[in-house]
């Protein structure tokens, strides 16, 4: 079994056509390929909601902020392809950057608000490369839903904002983070980190679960970020960009446990930028503030 690759604009929307007139339901599933177990849940949880999954990948050059980190990102097409022939994947979609991006393309979209700070803050310009990446993507396989993951909180938040601002006719799933056994997030950048800093790695969602646990059990939100920066310097990272509180809903910030919240963290582990983020749950009404 093999997975249909499909690379023009033009045949991807011949087949949704086919399709459509069969009455599917289609998901997309965008990634930029060297895909894990991660993205491997997203088109299970596809598979779940939708009769036709497209998975595509496209290494996108608009939402890198180095040229040198656009040239080291991994292109590992054939075995990304072999992952998801036995979730029985209807498509890849892998355009050239000539489909995405064709001469004279000069369009950009920008959402403010949800992409300002945490991330956005670090790095100029990458949610507008995110959304307009995206929202070609859901045009362009015209898809009734379209699945990502919550470890890139603040980016789910850019793409729900995008589709609805811009009435593009698909719903937004968010699906749980997944995991190592010890806990460390699972990304394409985790084979950067050299085996002692992939030892250390799992500290840093450990040290965010346990501050989540203070800040709902009572303690004071700024002394809880603040012994949880050093703690995780003192783990070992080289610095932390951020660590934030901020509302589950909407990413405004939060000074106390009286809604759905989550913590939200960038720090550098040698060379490696890791990211990641936990619930907090709703303090006691008998707490007091």
């Known amino acids: 079994m093999s997975v249909p690759i499909v690379r023009t604009l033009k045949e991807l929307r011949v087949t949704v056509a086919n399709w459509r007139s069969h009455h599917a339901k289609v998901a997309v599933v965008p990634t930029m390929g060297a895909l894990h177990e991660g993205h491997l849940s997203l088109v299970r949880a596809a598979f779940e909601k ?12 608009k939402q890198f902020n180095s040229a040198a980190d656009l040239a080291a990102y991994p292109r590992t097409e054939l075995s990304d ?14 355009p050239d950057a000539s489909e995405i991006y064709p001469d004279g393309f000069s369009s950009n979209v920008s959402v403010t608000g949800v992409s300002e700070g945490l991330c956005g803050a670090f790095r100029p310009g990458h949610f507008d490369g995110v959304a307009t990446v995206v929202a070609k993507l ?5 898809a009734d839903l379209a699945l990502f993951g919550e ?3 603040q980016q789910l938040h850019v793409v729900r904002r995008m ?11 968010g699906c749980p983070t997944v995991r190592e056994s010890d806990g460390l997030a699972l990304s394409s950048r985790n084979v950067r980190l050299t085996a002692q800093e992939r030892a250390l790695a799992p500290r840093l969602y450990e040290i965010l679960s346990s501050t989540a646990e203070r800040i709902t059990g009572g303690s004071g939100v700024q002394s809880a970020l603040d012994t949880a920066r050093s703690d995780i310097l003192a783990a070992g990272f080289q610095s932390v960009e951020y660590l934030e509180y901020r509302t589950e809903s909407d990413l405004l910030p939060l000074s106390i446990p009286d809604r759905e919240g ?4 960038a720090a ?4 490696t930028r890791l ?7 709703v303090a006691s009404k008998e707490l007091t503030f």
């Open 50 to 61: 939708a009769d036709r999954v497209i998975v595509t990948l496209f290494v996108n050059p």
């Open 81 to 94: 392809a072999a992952k998801l022939a036995p979730l029985g994947v209807h498509m890849l979609y892998a």
């Open 138 to 142: 859901f045009l362009q396989t015209g």
């Open 151 to 153: 470890k890139d909180f």
């Open 163 to 173: 589709a609805r601002d811009l009435d593009i006719p698909i719903e937004i799933i």
């Open 262 to 265: 989550r913590l939200l963290v």
């Open 268 to 271: 550098w582990l040698g060379q």
């Open 275 to 281: 990211i990641d983020n936990v619930e907090v749950a």
